[in-house]
């Protein structure tokens, strides 16, 4: 894992270079709510730690690793739709390994929540006997999809209880800045276990730039303190050094293969006929299908015409400089005279990769086993 490693502080490095300019990843409003969680989390019973499935460690708020790890605690991977499966096993061995409680899942799954409240559950058992009345927190940092797990679980919630039962207030002793009532989701009864939401914080510093990066790529930081042209040649510095876009020579032409109909045929049920029905009926979603592969192609053929020296990092910069203006005949930017930003198609990239349309990704690295 060491190489992809010092791929990642590569990809990190020059892209930060080539954005220019300090970056003030710590809004003044955090740090009263994260003074709040640290108050809150003194009544926690249970806390439940949402993380982001693409960056399981980058998304972990780390001023607050020294607290949770003192509590009953569930790391929860969540948007593992957009993860790739087969490394996303390999984290969750990873941190069941560390005696970490983990669970993966898609906060819009009911499928997902619920096998997260029988963990709940699980992971409550000893207090239920002495307690009766249990409060788990949720916590993370900002768009690692706290807000749709919350809803998913308040839905659940709503279908367990009677009409008067739905909504309830945990009162609890009166703390030092913080409001004796907070409300919370009941998803249990005999004892009440209630689950509280809380504000998403990032820690006051970023470790290093490439944690920064990760986070702002995933949407954890907002594109307008970073950059979105920075943004995206980190994207497009990680996907070359792992040579991602070769990788998709092979997926490319299994599609084109599939797509042909060699006799051009209009006969019902031929893949032709099929096609062009789903074309008629499903315009939209074909048209994000196709501006997907013409990307996927574009990057591929960039890469596999580029004759120069990836470790360099002057070269790399120069493969991306041409991977975004081929970009913008993709998504068909008109071009402006001495306009040489690449804005408009760092964007539209930056949506198709975290809606997850480029593929699943998981961007941080496993650790090397001891």
Known sequence: MRGLTRAGKRASDMAFNAGGGAINWFPGHMAAASRAIRDRLKLADLVIEVRDARIPLSSANEDLQP??????????LNKKDLANPNIMNMWLDHFQSSKQDCIS???HSSNSINQLLGLVELKLREAILKEPTLLVMVV??????????????????????????KMKRARVGPLPGVTQ???????????????????????PSIPDMETGLKLALTGAVKDSVVGEERIAKYLLSLLNIRKTPLHWERLLHRREEFDEDPDDSCEKGSRGSLRRRQRFNNS????????????????CSTAMEFTGNLDEDNELESLIDSQLVA???????????????HGPASKKLLTLFRSGKLGPFILDDLPDKQ
Not at 67 to 72: D, I, P, Q
Not at 145 to 151: H, P
Not at 327 to 341: A, T, Y
């Open 67 to 76: 607290v949770l790890s003192a509590k009953r605690r569930i790391l929860a």
């Open 105 to 107: 899942l898609n906060a």
């Open 140 to 165: 993370g940092v900002p768009n690692v999809g706290k807000s749709a797990l919350i809803n998913s679980i308040h839905r659940i919630a709503n279908s367990r209880f009677p009409v008067n039962d």
């Open 181 to 203: 009532d907070i409300a919370g989701y009941k998803i249990a009864s005999q004892p009440s276990i209630y689950v509280l939401d809380t504000p998403g914080v990032l820690v």
């Open 284 to 299: 939209d979603a074909l048209y994000v299908q196709d501006l997907v592969i013409e990307v996927q192609r574009t990057l």
């Open 327 to 341: 970009l913008r005949k993709v998504f068909r930017i008109p071009h402006k005279p001495l306009d040489e930003s």
